[in-house]
């Protein structure tokens, strides 16, 4: 099983609820986090301009969180990127938090090339080349 990226992330007081968990809605915000981060290392962004001048960017289409144990305020945890599908205008992420051996939690986040176009309205387009080959060598093999 490939990963296509790591990072980590503290989990931070304004992450928790009044019961010290981390709040579900945390992994989200974490999911996407990440996300940027990993496009950023593959040297592109979730919203730039092409080689043609148009604005991309990556809206969702998808997305679901299962928790598997708790996590606490000063956690340290370590996520774990794959990309498990890749299509034309497509790219579907996975995403596991672990806190040392324990899982704490699994993603996925199903997201769509677009062009925003005049007047806010977005278009599907088809990956960058270049992204594309580079995002195709890190496809999960199970």
């Given amino acids: 099983m490939s990963v296509a990226f790591t990072t980590t992330r503290r989990v931070e007081f304004a992450d928790t609820d009044m019961a010290g968990l981390v709040h579900f809605t945390t992994y989200y915000r974490m999911m ?3 996300e940027h981060e990993f496009l950023r290392s593959l040297g592109t962004s979730v919203l730039n301009r092409d080689d043609d001048g148009r604005t991309v960017s990556w809206p969702r289409l998808a997305a679901e969180c299962e928790f598997h144990a ?3 305020f000063e956690d340290e945890l370590e ?20 806190r040392g051996d324990d899982r704490i939690a ?10 925003i176009q005049e007047g806010e309205s977005l278009l599907a387009i088809e990956i960058p080349v270049e992204l594309k080959s580079q995002l195709a060598t890190l496809i999960e093999v199970e």
Avoid: D, H, N, Q
């Fill in 32 to 34: 996407e986090s990440v």
């Fill in 79 to 98: 996520i774990l990127v794959r990309v498990a599908s890749l299509g034309r205008s497509s790219l579907v992420l996975k995403y596991e938090f672990r």
């Fill in 70 to 72: 708790p996590a606490f």
């Fill in 106 to 115: 699994s993603g996925r986040m199903k997201t769509v090339c677009c062009e």
